[in-house]
Nanobody, 121 residues
Framework: QVQLVESGGGLVQPGGSLTLSCAAS????????MGWYRQAPGKQRELVAT???????NYADSVKGRFSVSRDNVKNTVHLQMNALKPEDTAVYYC???????????????WGQGTQVTVSS
């Protein structure tokens, strides 16, 4: 079994900051790309940021310059530092990781359960 567990969501005022964290655990042999996606009410899930094992990152245009993604390859964790938050950042944020469970095995995408981020005054 593999689990991704997110933490750090909550309510924040516009202009504020939050940090989300996600830890992968279980029967893990290797972790490739990790990242964050979000889904607002009535909208499709969208990419927020991803980071490769070599720390190459990619961001949605809407969060560039405000959000920063990082990871710890030893602990199998990924973090999302969110600054200058806007009401339109309100969504459920999901952690994602490409994980393989044995040497030479395929990578599968795993998802966390989601954590709510609400930006409101």
């Amino acid at each position: 079994q593999v689990q991704l567990v997110e933490s750090g969501g909550g309510l924040v005022q516009p202009g504020g900051s939050l940090t989300l964290s996600c830890a992968a655990s279980g029967n893990i042999f290797g972790v490739n790309t990790m990242g964050w996606y979000r889904q607002a009410p009535g909208k499709q899930r969208e990419l927020v940021a991803t980071i490769t094992r070599g720390s190459s990152s990619n961001y949605a245009d809407s969060v560039k310059g405000r959000f920063s993604v990082s990871r710890d390859n030893v602990k199998n964790t990924v973090h999302l530092q969110m600054n200058a938050l806007k009401p339109e950042d309100t969504a459920v944020y999901y952690c994602n990781a490409d994980i393989r469970r044995r040497l030479g095995g395929p990578f599968f995408a795993y998802w966390g359960q989601g954590t709510q981020v609400t930006v409101s005054s």
